[in-house]
Structure formats: C-alpha cells, structure tokens
C-alpha cells in the first residue's frame, strides 16, 4: 500500500487531499499545528509545527509522496512591511518545506514512484499589490520545484501548484462578506473562486502515478486569471 505524507493536513486544500488519498485506501499520515488532537480512521494525524525547531516527524522506512501545505498570507502595502514579516514568510513556506523534504528525502527515494508536491502562488508571475511578502517566498518555492526536479531525476518527481484565492480557512478575511467574494469572482474569466477540492484535485495527480512523466512543473489552477484577459 502506498503511503504519503501530508503537512497541514487538517484544513484546507491538505485536509481535502487527505480524503482523496483515504477513499483511494492509500495510507496517509497528516500533520496539524493545533493544541487539540486529531482523530480519523484511516488516517495517522500527528502534530508539527513548521517554525518548532524540536518537532520532528517520524518517517515510514518507505514514502511515496510528500505535499507540504502550510503557507501565510499577508497583505499589506510595501513601506508597512517588516524585514521579520519577509523572515516568517520564507521561514513558513521556504524553509519549512526544506526541513521537511531534507527529513523525508530518504524514504521517498526507497520509493518505486516517489513524488514531492509544493505550492506556489499566481502573484508570482502575475504582479498583484499588497503581495510582496507572498511572492518572494513562493517565488523561492518555484526556484526551489525546478531545482530540486533537476537534482533529484529520475528518481523524484519535483512538481508545485500555483492556485489563485481558494476558499479555505486561510482566507476568511478576504472573502468574509458576499461582497468581498463577488468582487473577487468577477476578477477571474470563469467567474468563480475556487475551492479547496479543486486544488486537491490536480494535488492528487501530481502525487500518484498519473502524473509518472512529469517533473519540474509549476501548474497555474487560477480560474483563467494568470492568461486571460
């Protein structure tokens, strides 16, 4: 049975994968950040905390795909940020998936069909305001896909997402009023936002073995807004 490992598994675009690995009847372990325990049958939830320098995670001697999902969103206009509000971003979303891929690396590579899912953002290659804390981390996380796609071929397979907003937890207060998620509807060609099911969706298939010929990929999934004007 394969086995994966899904980090901020228990909201979310994570915690929607985590179903669709479970009703696959894959073995998956997730990982939450909060003081309460989290119980699901057939699924191994363990807590992690991404900025702990003491949490570590206990790694199956074989891996077949991590997803590393823990990401911040801080809008604010440029001369209001801090060199620290940079420092947390890239801590959270950079450094946090180093940490964890350096840790599991060893089993993935024990895998037949090993795969490692990150998450970008469209802000990168399309300029937003407010967004600059966000798009120099994910932009790192996009460097970072490529790289690691190059050095670890053939054996793992590198591949990121970079969704537009997405109804999850993350971003409540920016879709907090009908008004606020009109207004963010009408700013995509197809006139929705999406959800967390559907970046799970493209998730999964990086992560299994319908996707055994890609590598090194940053997938936009952002309702046409990145190429359609």
């Not at 086995?3 to 901020?8: K, M």
């Amino acid at each position: 049975m394969k086995q994966y490992l899904v980090i901020g598994g228990s909201s979310g675009i994570g915690a929607a994968l985590v179903q669709q690995l479970k009703a696959s009847g894959y073995h998956t372990t997730a990982t939450y950040n909060e003081s309460k325990t989290i119980e699901s049958k057939g699924i191994n939830y363990v807590h992690f905390d991404v900025l702990d320098p003491n949490s570590t995670l206990e790694i199956p001697e074989v891996l077949d795909g991590v997803v590393y999902c823990p990401g911040r969103i801080n809008l604010k206009p440029f001369h209001r940020l801090t060199k620290s509000d940079f420092a947390l971003d890239y801590e959270v979303q950079v450094l946090g998936a180093i940490d964890v891929i350096q840790q599991a690396l060893p089993s993935l590579k024990k895998s037949e069909s090993p795969s490692i899912v990150l998450f970008s953002t469209v802000a990168v290659q399309t300029g937003f305001t407010f967004h600059s804390t966000v798009s120099a981390s994910k932009g790192a996380i996009e460097g970072l896909t490529r790289s690691l796609a190059a050095e670890f071929s053939p054996k793992v397979r590198v591949n990121a997402i970079a969704p537009s907003i997405t109804k999850t937890s993350l971003t409540e207060g920016l879709l907090s009023n009908d008004a606020k998620i009109e207004a963010n509807e009408k700013r995509h060609p197809l006139n929705k936002i999406g959800t967390a099911g559907d970046v799970a969706n493209l998730a999964y298939f990086l992560l299994t073995d319908k996707s055994s010929w890609m590598t090194g990929q940053v997938l936009h999934l952002d309702g046409g807004i990145s190429t359609i004007k």
